[in-house]
Structure formats: C-alpha cells, structure tokens
C-alpha cells in the first residue's frame, strides 16, 4: 500500500508540473504576440513620423527658389525615404 501512496504522489506531482510548464509555455507564447503586436504598432508610428517628415522635406525642397537647396532637400528626403523603408522592412521581418 504504501508502494501506491508513493506511486500516487508521484504521479500527482508529475502531473502538476506537467500543468506548471504548459501554462508558463502559454504565458510565454501570449508575451511574445504582444510584444510583436507592440513592435508593429511602435514601427507603424515610426513609418508615419518620417512620413511626414519626408513629406514637409518634399514641400521645403518645391518651395526654395534656389536648385542647390531644393535639390539637397530632395536628396535628403529620398534617403531618408530609402533608409527607413529597409530599416523597417527589416524589422518588420524580425518580428515574424
């Protein structure tokens, strides 16, 4: 009889830690998708601000009478444009 306690107590100690680390896998699994979804919403931002950026950069650029300011603001913004798009692709692919 006490054999069977023993096997008991194993058996429901087992258990319980079987129960332990699937709600820890979960708990794991539901921090991971919320910082994605947190990353994603952080880099959606980002993508607005230069967004605007850029754009106010285009505006500068057609407004300025003078070529060489106009075509170094263009530049700017292009490159700005072209750093972010990968920087955020990037990103966006690590957060898969």
Same mark, same amino acid.
């Given at each position: 009889? $006490?054999?069977?306690? !023993?096997t008991?107590?194993?058996?429901?100690?087992?258990?319980?830690s079987?129960?332990? &680390?699937? *709600? @820890? *896998?979960?708990?794991?699994?539901?921090f @991971?998708e919320?910082?994605k979804?947190? !990353?994603?919403?952080?880099?959606?931002?980002?993508?607005?601000s230069? *967004?605007?950026? &850029?754009?106010?950069e285009?505006?500068?650029? !057609?407004? $300025?009478?003078l070529?060489? &300011?106009?075509n170094i603001?263009?530049?700017?913004?292009?490159?700005?444009?072209? &750093? $972010?798009?990968?920087?955020?692709?990037?990103a *966006?692919?690590?957060?898969?």
């Amino acid at each position: 009889m $006490s054999s069977d306690m !023993g096997t008991d107590a194993a058996a429901a100690a087992t258990a319980a830690s079987d129960e332990a &680390v699937q *709600r @820890i *896998r979960d708990l794991t699994e539901q921090f @991971i998708e919320a910082a994605k979804t947190a !990353g994603n919403q952080s880099l959606d931002a980002y993508e607005e601000s230069l *967004r605007t950026l &850029v754009e106010f950069e285009q505006r500068a650029a !057609g407004a $300025s009478q003078l070529d060489w &300011v106009s075509n170094i603001a263009s530049a700017h913004a292009k490159f700005v444009q072209d &750093v $972010s798009a990968a920087y955020v692709s990037a990103a *966006r692919n690590m957060l898969k």
